[in-house]
């Protein structure tokens, strides 16, 4: 191959170098796990949104079938819940899992997936709605997450993509936190006093 010089002759045969990769930056991982895109974004949209533009890589696994769209106006990846039995794969623990409280915690891959998570002391398990008592006996603490104005909209227009109207976006989410020994990742989590 001939190299060119900026004066216009020809320089040395060299073969040409392959340049090396950047490697990509660590991300933060939150998982999600809903059975109903409109439940989710109501109660965890702005939140969702909020991580995602703070650099978190955002995963929501719903039911097949289930419109998509919404979650992603949001900026979230959407993947079937029939594969959450890979949400949580050893190694590869997110920072954080998120749940609907009533996500059915009978079933097997459920279930074992959520005591994993609250094994990985560095997971952070988030639930929306009732409290639940993990079985451990470890505290569960409500927390609440103060919504960006951006996030308020975006959460508005995805609540609209489901509902077909546009509704008012209170300033908060509210949620309930166990599993986690350390400060929250992305210390937005606030304890509610």
Known sequence: MAVFDSFGGTGIDLPRVPALPWPSPAKYRLDVVATDVLDVI???GGWLFDRGMAGWEVRVLIPRGCDARPLRILGAQVFNLGL????CVVGHMPQALAMAASIDLREPRTRRRLVSAWGHRATEV???GAPWPPSDGREVIPVRYALSAAARVFKAHAIAAVAGTVTDVAAT???FRSG???PSPGTDLQPVS
């Open 42 to 44: 109501e109660h965890a």
């Open 84 to 87: 959450v039995s890979d949400v």
């Open 126 to 128: 988030v639930m929306w």
């Open 173 to 175: 989410e509210a949620f």
């Open 180 to 182: 986690f020994t350390g």
